[in-house]
């Protein structure tokens, strides 16, 4: 029976004292959290376990969770028909999400270059130059528009190419290439490897796990390399690279006399909008008149993680603290887009009274306030939310109560800044990277991504996995809310270096940066692809990125897009570890080939452990697995975290 809800102790929720304060303050106030929710439902112990068929009316079949042999579904669908076929299935669900947003994104771009919308413009025109050159775009002497709009015509292929390999695999290194094609798993167009997999998925089509796995990395890489990736290269085209900026973090950022407005959720034409509306001085007027100081923008989730790397903009949390910032009271609107907006932050809203506004056509909430963003238009929308919540301020109904907790940290690294950061800007490279990997000082590389979730103890696993990662010289490269567990338990600032390995601290030293390396929002995961590529191209780590002393890990994972992700890093090549839960029965064979035959036929493959020192183990054996075979290990020890290392950290907080 779950424990009755006044007796768990916040401090088994989350390690956020914000979010913990919060639970608190919601829990005298009479508001239901997620976190009171996820403890009165149990989770399925069958769906859990993806034990169940349902995708013909002569089911559902329920499988034995702990003995999956024991039976077959009504067709004859074996265990690992029906778990491979639900995975799947979660992989296109990801996939689809992600690049449902990139396709808007380069809509947008076309847009924008027709003059269709005057209200955005090409932010970064050497970053549009340098794409079209790798994808073979003629840029000499023309027109930078005539480029773009050869840009728009091959990017659309990554989404409506119904024969042919998408365009962005030209950017993947050879041998790994070689490898998918040798596979048959080069993607098509995204719209049409979803087709496939949700079709082979179907009732009575593919029932041989080992076929369907590859339709699986099909349509995940379409993701990674497609969707994803054109999201964020358009993005950066159209609203600017990012590059490190000094940014404030957690609920802190709140100010109680200013309208503050959260934006949540994933696309940045929302949040380029509203800063402009936040800085019309009618507005700012208005706010004054109404008593404020001024508008506070803040971000959160992925939207937020755009917001901060692009403009520095501060960034109240991450996935799990949504609803909990509402319960400050002080929040005078959240103005949400697509993808992880909690139906339940309705009902916090309302009792807060915050207007709680939804903003695109396809993710409206029963009982919110929908006020459509058209791109032509955009300020029509953005300066009525700002109207809105200044309406909010002057109505204040409740008091406010604001945690106090603020952390500062350097975010916004991206692929070309982490290039320029090495080499400098006559010779930008990633020869020191490798460098320094193969002398040692770093150890490997590590990808710390994904989201928190309401099962596992909110940040926790996030942030002992990447001080143990540090602490035994692997360098860390995060997105998502990961990146926001990170900067909050202040890990992103130079600071951290004193956490480091002696290796990784003397190359963070001297190069000035953090040994946590933010790199923004969850499509920009891509960004790990396109560096990864860039340390195989430089060579001395191998030919492909299988052979690269890297490992990737989600340890608080929940949504579908994150299998969608760790499974286009297994099928590039990458060792992925997935923490708290994994929707698949222990013991089947179709486990056994993800978590060990991939890597044995050149693939990355997939892990999993509940514990964080156990996730930094595993990890960090594959590094030094891949060290030995590239001929570059030198014996050393693994290091544990202990007090003394805290202690430095709050000294550096
Ligand atoms: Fe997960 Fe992506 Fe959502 Fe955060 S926001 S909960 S998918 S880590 Ni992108």
Not at 207 to 214: P, S
Not at 429 to 434: A, E, V
Not at 476 to 491: E, F, I, P, R, W
Not at 621 to 640: C, N, P, S, W, Y
């Amino acid at each position: 029976m779950a424990k009755p809800l006044e007796l768990i102790n916040v401090r088994d929720l989350t390690i956020c004292e914000s979010t913990g304060q919060m639970i608190t303050k919601a829990r005298n106030d009479g508001v239901e959290l997620f976190f009171d929710r996820a403890n009165a439902t149990k989770a399925c112990p069958i769906g859990e376990k993806s034990a169940c068929c349902k995708h013909c009316a002569m089911g559902p079949c329920r499988m034995n969770v702990n003995s999956p042999y024991d039976r077959v579904g009504v067709c004859g669908a074996t265990a690992d028909t029906i778990v491979a076929r639900n995975f799947g299935r979660m992989v296109a669900a990801g996939t689809a999400a992600h690049t449902d947003h990139g396709m808007a994104m380069l809509e947008l771009f076309r847009d924008v270059i027709s003059g269709k919308v005057t209200d955005y413009s090409i932010k970064d025109p050497i970053k549009l130059f340098e794409i079209a050159g790798s994808l073979d775009i003629v840029t000499e002497g023309r027109d930078i528009k005539d480029v773009a709009m050869d840009l728009y015509h091959e990017l659309e292929k990554t989404y409506t190419q119904v024969e042919g390999e998408i365009p962005m695999v030209k950017r993947v290194p050879k041998k790994t290439l070689e490898h998918w094609r040798a596979a048959g798993i080069v993607p098509r167009g995204a719209m049409r490897e979803i087709m496939e997999m949700m079709h082979r998925t179907a009732m009575g089509v593919d029932q041989d796990y080992v076929n369907i796995t590859k339709q699986i990395s099909r349509t995940a890489l379409a993701d990674g390399w497609g969707g994803s990736m054109v999201s964020t290269d358009i993005s950066d085209i159209l609203f600017g690279t990012p590059s490190p900026v000094e940014v404030e973090v957690d609920m802190g950022v709140l100010k109680e006399d200013y309208v503050n407005i959260i934006i949540h959720g994933h696309e940045p034409n929302l949040l380029e909008s509203i800063i402009v509306s936040a800085a019309d001085p009618t507005l700012k007027e208005a706010a004054i008149n109404a008593g404020a100081k001024g508008i506070n923008l803040v971000g959160m989730c992925c939207s937020g993680l755009e917001a901060m790397s692009r403009h520095g903009l501060p960034h109240a949390g991450n996935f799990s603290s949504t609803e909990a910032v509402l319960v400050t009271g002080a929040v005078d609107a959240m103005t949400v887009d697509i993808q992880c907006i909690q139906q339940g932050l309705q009902k916090v809203a309302d009792f807060y009274d915050t207007p709680f506004i939804t903003t695109n056509y396809r993710a409206k909430i029963e009982g919110a306030l929908h006020i459509q963003l058209h791109e032509h238009e955009p300020r029509e929308c953005t300066d009525e939310i700002v109207i809105k919540a200044i309406t909010r301020f002057k109505t204040r109904k409740r008091p406010v109560q604001i945690p106090r907790n603020k952390a500062t940290g350097v975010h916004g690294f991206s692929f070309e800044y982490i290039n320029y950061m090495l080499g400098g800007s006559f010779r930008g490279s990633y020869t020191p990277l490798n460098e320094n990997i193969i002398n040692g000082r770093i150890r490997g590389v590590a990808g710390v991504v994904g989201c928190t979730n309401p099962r596992s103890k909110q940040d926790y696993s996030h942030v002992e996995l990447v001080k143990e990662l540090i602490k035994n010289d692997v360098l860390v490269l995060q997105t998502g809310c990961s990146q926001m567990a990170l900067a909050k338990a202040g890990l992103t600032g130079p600071g951290a270096a004193a956490l480091a390995g002696p290796g990784l601290a003397e190359v963070c030293e001297t190069v000035g940066m953090p040994p946590v390396l933010g790199l923004g929002s969850c499509v920009d995961n891509s960004r790990i692809l396109i560096a990864a590529s860039e340390m195989v191209k430089v060579g001395g780590l191998g030919d492909c990125i299988a052979d690269l002393p890297a490992a990737g890990c989600a340890p608080e994972w929940m949504s579908e897009k994150a299998i969608a992700i760790g499974q286009y890093f297994v099928a590039s090549g990458v060792y992925t570890i997935f923490g708290h839960t994994f929707p698949m029965m222990d013991g089947t064979k179709f486990k056994k080939h993800l978590f060990e035959e991939l890597e044995d036929l050149g693939f990355g493959k997939w892990g999993f452990a509940n514990d964080p020192r156990e996730m930094a183990r595993l990890m960090i054996a594959h590094i030094d697995k891949k060290r030995v075979q590239l001929g570059i290990d030198k014996a050393r020890e693994r290091v544990l975290t202990d007090m003394a290392d805290r202690r430095s950290l709050d000294a550096t907080a």
